[in-house]
């Protein structure tokens, strides 16, 4: 062992030491390190600055924009919603639910953008169910890890893996390669947390008292004017309003019932008017979004050719897709004070509706002609941008509460289709090898912009720039390894520790070896450090590289035991209240089954020998 290797080994301690402190930025230690192999010479500027260049962090940032996309297009809002439906009040079904779906959106977007999207939704649920939310959502982020096992793109260390094996001289991964392994640890994953982990996790249910408490729109809206209600009216053939404007059919004046949302069929398929304008046509078949007294709503059915439609959770979700709602308080100062909202003209001012307006907690029965005062609370609806505009004009009002719709915005849900289209042309580019996986996610990425499925903004926004930095500045580790014959000492210990024993030893040692390095570091750090070390060990011994670098990958992703490894599973921490204890004592019992499965399923589609 020379200096130099000495030197490249007290660096990864260090820097190791730095990353597990949790006081120093892991990009400022990944910067540290290249700036260190440069002044002492083991790298050239040039080789200590090739991650910055490098496939993988051009194909991190590409899939990055891909995710965001699914979750402005509202993907992954629709799955954490058919999960709400079809979970009911079984908490083994919600479980499974759970765990699959972040599974299957993991593998083609990122799992920590997939836990922090079923979050809310976790906790719409037990808030419903009365279920606890600690026993689903450390199983929420264990699926979320999981679904890195599930394909190429899933996560940055298959990426790194899939890299050095081309650098390597052997051919990278598919894009489905180890999917029946990852399938395997989660089915065995799903198993573990229905029959024995979720009974380690607290008791069942929750008392009221307990429970999460989410204020829905409804519930603002009628703490402000509980005598009103909404409906769906669709528009019949020979309707008088047919023809007619909003403002001509007279409905506000003659039935005290307002619109504020009309769904008419175009020739582009459906188009949601939010907060219409007067001007807007009525047409047959037009449906209207109204909101009334319901003696108002029956008065106006009776009289006119209206069907009162049916309520429909898909189509109440795509209008809060477009509408919102929002407390706000008239400042002391305002210049609204004194003033009605009729004389104010708030409607056509503001583009917003004022559904119910309190008074020392009190709701006013009629509030449109009534002066304001300072403090008094409006619940105003319409189109998210105007609610967000409100929030800008401080000197006329306070905003006190969103309802718990706002967190479930989605930008962009008209493109959902486009999105599923694109993302199904970069999986089948990449699966029949038409281009390589960094053209097929650049043409992807391009197409979310260019298709308006994101903004420019938008894709810059979602690119997680730390992330970046440390996969770049950790990947010289493995070139200084590699130069000063780090890799082959660690190698040949690997090697001697596993004797003449079977290729299930090294093995072995290679996915403990990356799992303990990801909980010390990170796991694209494991990777980087560990997927070179295992290929050279196994081509060294004769044995196909194939087994021993998709133990890295599954190793890699299994950060099950500790809190602090991966924000996958510290986003869970705080709704769940969880200590860290609970992650030890469910976390390794799923480490070592997930380890056993990789032992017994990979050489079953990835045999040792070449």
């Not at 439906?85 to 977007?109: D, N, P, Y």
């Not at 609370?377 to 105007?386: D, I, R």
């Not at 035991?561 to 705080?574: G, I, R, Y």
Request: net charge neutral.
């Amino acid at each position: 062992m020379n200096h130099d290797t000495l030197f490249v080994f007290a660096l990864i301690a260090i820097a190791g030491a730095l990353m597990a402190s949790n006081r120093v930025r892991f990009d400022i230690v990944s910067l540290l390190v290249v700036l260190t192999l440069m002044l002492s010479g083991i790298l050239t500027i040039d080789e200590a600055l090739a991650g910055f260049g490098s496939q993988v962090v051009a194909m991190v940032a590409g899939l990055l924009v891909i995710g965001e996309m699914l979750s402005r297009t509202g993907v992954a809002r629709i799955v954490g919603d058919w999960v709400l439906k079809h979970g009911q009040q079984s908490e083994m079904r919600l479980l499974v639910l759970i765990m699959g779906s972040a599974a299957l959106l993991g593998s083609v977007m990122s799992s920590t953008v997939v836990v922090a999207l079923f979050i809310p939704v976790v906790l719409r649920i037990t808030a419903a169910t009365q279920l606890n939310a600690s026993r689903m959502l450390i199983p929420l982020s264990y699926a979320s890890l999981i679904s890195g096992m599930l394909t190429l793109i899933a996560t940055t260390p298959n990426i790194v893996v899939h890299g050095q094996l081309q650098d390597a001289g052997f051919d990278g991964f598919g894009f489905f390669s180890f999917s029946l392994v990852g399938l395997a640890v989660l089915a065995v994953a799903i198993t573990y947390i229905v029959f024995i982990g979720r009974h380690l996790l607290g008791k069942q249910t929750e008392t009221a008292d307990e429970r999460h408490k989410l204020r829905s729109i409804e519930t603002l809206w009628h703490e402000h004017n509980p005598d009103s209600t909404y409906c769906k009216l669709r528009v019949e053939k020979g309707s008088r309003f047919i023809g007619q404007s909003i403002a001509d059919t007279q409905l506000e004046t003659q039935y005290h019932i307002r619109i504020i949302g009309v769904l008419q069929r175009t020739l582009r398929g459906k188009s949601h008017i939010v907060s219409p304008a007067p001007t807007v046509e009525i047409q047959s078949g037009t449906i209207l979004l109204v909101l009334g007294k319901d003696d108002d709503i029956a008065q106006l059915t009776e009289e006119q050719p209206l069907t009162v439609l049916p309520p429909d959770n898909s189509n109440r979700q795509r209008w809060l897709w477009d509408i919102s709602g929002a407390a706000v308080l008239i400042h002391p100062e305002s210049q609204l004070v004194g003033k009605s909202l009729r004389e104010i003209g708030f409607r056509s001012n503001y583009n917003v509706h004022v559904l119910g307006v309190r008074r020392n907690f009190k709701p006013l029965k009629e509030y449109s002609d009534t002066p304001l005062k300072p403090s008094d609370s409006l619940f105003v609806v319409g189109a998210w941008s105007k609610i967000q505009q409100l929030t800008q004009k401080n000197h006329d009002f306070v905003v006190t509460e969103f309802p718990q719709e706002h967190h479930d915005v989605v930008p962009s849900y008209k493109q959902m289709k486009i999105s599923l289209v694109i993302l199904a042309a970069m999986v089948l580019l990449t699966l029949f090898n038409v281009v390589p996986l960094i053209i097929a996610v650049a043409m992807a990425a391009l197409a979310a912009v260019f298709t308006r499925c994101l903004t420019m903004e938008d894709a810059y926004r979602s690119i997680h720039w730390s992330s970046l930095v440390l996969i770049a500045g950790m990947l010289p580790l493995a070139a200084a390894l590699q130069k000063t014959g780090g890799i082959e000492l660690i190698s040949n210990a690997l090697m001697s520790a596993s004797g003449d024993s079977s290729p299930y030893m090294l093995m072995s040692l290679v996915f403990f070896l990356t799992a303990s390095i990801g909980l010390v570091l990170s796991n694209t750090a494991a990777a980087v450090l560990v997927s070179p070390i295992a290929i050279y060990a196994a081509t060294s011994m004769g044995l196909s590289p194939y087994p021993f670098a998709i133990a890295v990958v599954i190793a890699a992703s299994s950060a099950f035991s500790t809190p602090v490894a991966t924000p996958v599973v510290s986003l869970v921490v705080e709704p769940g209240r969880y200590k860290f204890i609970d992650f030890v004592k469910t976390g390794l019992p799923l480490l070592f089954l997930t380890y056993l499965t990789t032992l017994l399923v990979t050489p079953l589609l990835f045999p040792f020998t070449p």
